[in-house]
């Protein structure tokens, strides 16, 4: 079970959009329409943002998208807002009894 | 409004076993559509799903823990728990217990997290 594949860090002015990948394989994202997205600030938990790929829980503004092609989940920030600055992560199902896992991390900074 | 609270030891020796708890308020444990589970994450790391059990005790674990984890539930405390074994400094990290929704395929509520640091 390994890690799914995300970019260590990614930037954009206030008002930018900027998109995150996530890549797995046909045994996880590929396979799955079970990928989430999760913002993290610094010493608080996790946050979900996305789950299905692209759909948003009540209360995530509409600024987050998500989106999935092949083996490759993204997420798009869209309109950055300084609140914004945070690690993001990825996760997927991974089938074989029921297992989950996570991307290695994006740390977004609103320049 | 639902919350979830970890609690145990902070301080873990080598090769002993790590025991934490993981409270639910503001909803029930015994519920068919969520599943309940640990999530770790070493300083300065990312995440790491450890495993999630069902209200009627059935468990599915990282394969990469599988040998080392044990969660357990009391549904009568709103409780679940975490045994992690023969620990070692690699598994120091921050635990949270979280919410596995079915419904969502996702973990959509979390604990605040506790660290636990394993040293002699």
């Known amino acids: 079970q390994s890690a799914l594949t995300q970019p260590p860090s990614a930037s954009g002015s206030p008002g930018q959009s900027v998109t995150i990948s996530c890549t797995g394989a046909?045994?996880?994202?590929?396979?799955?329409?079970?990928v989430s997205w999760y913002q993290q600030h610094p010493g608080k938990a996790p946050k979900l943002m996305i789950y299905?790929?692209?759909k948003r829980p009540s209360g995530v503004p509409d600024r987050f998208s998500g989106s999935k092609s092949g083996n490759t989940a993204s997420l798009t920030v869209s309109g950055l807002q300084a609140e914004d600055e945070a690690d993001y992560y990825c996760?997927?199902?991974?089938?074989?009894?029921?297992?989950?896992?996570f991307g290695g991390g994006t740390k977004l900074t609103v320049l | 409004q639902l919350q979830l609270q970890e609690s145990g030891p902070g301080l873990v020796k080598p090769s002993e076993t790590l025991s934490l708890t993981c409270s639910v308020s503001?909803?029930?444990?015994?519920?068919?559509?969520?599943?309940w589970g640990w999530i770790r994450q070493p300083p300065g790391k990312g995440l790491q799903w450890i495993g999630s059990?069902?209200?009627?005790?059935?468990?599915y674990y990282n394969p990469s823990l599988n040998s080392r984890v044990t969660i357990s539930v009391d549904t009568s405390k709103n409780q679940f728990s975490l045994k992690l074994s023969s620990v070692t400094a690699a598994d120091t990290a921050v635990f949270y217990c979280?919410?596995?929704?079915?419904?969502?395929?996702?973990?959509?509520?979390w604990g605040q997290g506790t660290l636990v640091t394993v040293s002699s």
């Open positions: 996760n997927s199902y991974a089938g074989s009894i029921n297992s989950w896992v």
């Open positions: 299905e790929v692209s």
């Open positions: 503001g909803g029930s444990i015994n519920r068919s559509d969520y599943f």
């Open positions: 059990i069902y209200y009627n005790g059935t468990t």
């Open positions: 046909s045994s996880d994202v590929g396979g799955y329409d079970y």
């Open positions: 979280a919410r596995d929704s079915e419904v969502l395929a996702a973990f959509d509520s």
